[in-house]
């Protein structure tokens, strides 16, 4: 008898973890950029940071593959757990006739075999369009993980457009801030609240806004639309409720939101909305 089958959602827990791990490197490598040049750095000096932070960018990217492999395994366990294991009779764990078996002591999947396992099985296939990407990008994580290729070059936006694409290909369009405030909210940083401390939705919150301020600055104005429905090409205003959230923090200065994106625009059926709040149910 198989034992230790894990849940769906266990994949995709994990999945979502090395998603924001990779998140929060990008996030951080571009803070520390922002703040070396507003000291007024030279333009050599700003570039030679990016040379500096490529072995942080590639590790990233390498994440965001595993994470790519770890949704996909999700998907094919909520099929079927036995269609994750790559199965030779002759190499079955000893004992296994007579007695119970682990989950964990088979061999799985193949990454190259996942994304062929899932289309013969599923009632909703994987497009074209993500299998090219995912052999590029999984092609890509073998030469990082595997050799030292001085030609692969990594930006913060190729990181960027790969968690972004990931996200909207394998959960769904749109729903990285929402995915995102459930990360932060179980995060060592966000999750642990002491007694004294305010709310920690006006810090998560705060968050969210400095994050998609800095990425939405990065993205051409057609993958603004395509990963978070924001046009930056039409007039955005504030958002009162998230500055109500902000003010929940007892020492909130409006100066910390000076460089924040205004996130209420129009939808199609010209009713305004919040990018943020409007996604996360604030």
Not at 74 to 103: C, E, M, Q, T, V
Not at 117 to 146: C, G, P, Y
Not at 250 to 259: A, G, L, P, Q
Request: proline letters at 5%.
């Amino acid at each position: 008898m198989l034992i230790d089958v894990p849940d769906p959602l266990e994949f995709k827990i994990a999945a979502d973890n090395l998603m924001n791990s990779a998140w929060n490197s990008l996030v951080k490598l571009l803070t520390d950029h922002d703040i070396i040049d507003e000291l007024g750095s030279k333009k050599e000096t700003l570039n030679q940071y990016w040379i500096y932070a490529k072995p942080e960018l590639t590790t990233a990217l390498a994440m965001v593959q595993n994470a790519v492999e770890f949704y996909l395994k999700g998907k094919i366990l909520g099929i079927s757990p036995y269609l994750l294991i790559s199965l030779d009779p002759r190499a079955l764990p000893k004992n296994s006739s007579n007695s119970d078996i682990s989950f964990t002591r088979f061999r799985m999947l193949d990454a190259q075999d996942l994304v062929k396992v899932h289309n013969a099985f599923a009632t909703s296939r994987l497009t074209d369009e993500f299998q090219h990407w995912f052999q590029e990008k999984r092609s890509l994580r073998n030469r990082i993980m595997h050799t030292v290729d001085n030609a692969i070059s990594v930006t913060p936006d190729d990181l960027a457009r790969s968690i972004l694409l990931c996200h909207k290909f394998l959960v769904g369009d749109h729903l990285w801030l929402k995915a995102r405030f459930s990360y932060l909210n179980r995060s060592p940083e966000y999750g642990i609240m002491l007694n004294d401390d305010p709310p920690c939705d006006s810090y998560m919150v705060l968050a969210l806004h400095r994050e998609l301020s800095k990425i939405v600055r990065r993205l051409t104005p057609s993958e603004s639309k395509k990963f978070f429905k924001y046009d930056k090409r039409i007039e955005s205003k504030p958002c009162p409720i998230c500055y109500q959230i902000f003010e929940k923090n007892e020492y909130f200065d409006s100066k910390w939101i000076d460089e924040f994106i205004y996130t209420i625009q129009p939808d199609q059926n010209g009713v305004r909305e919040c990018i943020v709040c409007s996604q996360i149910g604030a």
